[in-house]
């Protein structure tokens, strides 16, 4: 797998500095963005600051690139006011932009939090109605819509990776099941990547966990095959955390906390 030029938006987020070494193995040049400060280029990286919400910025960042993976914006609950230029603004510019260049592919970070009310009770495939949990979560559905709909009118492919809670190891009793590894957040992107035909394709990033909320059969021609689990850090989790009250609403739905923050409080 080698691409000649791949585009990191996002780059000085915690997935964004976690991914940089790692995707930078699959191409010839790693374009990497943020408006936040990032570190200097190494050798075969393009460093460019980049707002999402300015137009002319995004056309310039999509020049040569042949595929895009976006985890640019707004990672979590904030007021509609912010989430609106970075997440729903950015997304349209990244796409235009995209469309206008020809890039053939975008890797959306999107997140569990489009379908953050389901209940932890249930299982639910890619393609059930959005329940989105935040104005996060809500403009993370727009992006797939978009996505979406540049495929249907475009032909621009785009995965979405509805992504669990990436990091370097579940923390709580929730992670047991929406954990993904950095191994295998790599392998989703290389995946994603390389799946020969994808359309617009929506797929849970969560690793090969013995609990789960989420089944993946809708995008079984991605190719992703989750290699790590939780599983061995379930006792430990367990014991430091007595179950909760099974009501309280971080508990009963798959946001987990998300469906409790922001502006009005779940009452
Ligand atoms: C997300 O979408 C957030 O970006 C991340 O910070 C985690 O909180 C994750 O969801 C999660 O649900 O654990």
Known sequence: LRFKRLLLTGAAGALGRMLRPRMKRYCDVLRVSDIAPMDPAG????????????????YALLDGVDAVLHFGGVSIEKPFSTVLPANIVGAYNLYEAARRRGTKRIIFASSNH??????????????????????YGLSKAFGENLAQFYFD???LETVSL?????????????????????????????????APVVGHSIVYGASNNRTTWWDNS?????????QDSSERWRPAIEAAQPQVDPTRPEVRFQGGGFVVLGPFPFA
């Open 43 to 58: 050798s075969g990286e393009e460093v460019v600051v980049a707002p999402l919400e300015d137009e002319a910025a995004m």
């Open 114 to 135: 489009v379908t953050g009310f389901y209940g932890q009770g249930e299982t639910i495939k890619a393609h059930v109605v959005p329940r989105p949990d935040t104005y």
């Open 153 to 155: 009118r475009h032909g």
């Open 162 to 194: 509805r992504i669990g809670s990436c990091l370097p190891e579940p923390v709580d009793r929730r992670q047991l099941s929406s954990w993904l590894s950095h191994d295998d957040m790599e392998r989703l992107l290389v995946a994603s990547l390389t």
């Open 218 to 226: 809708q995008a079984n021609h991605v190719g992703y095959q989750p």
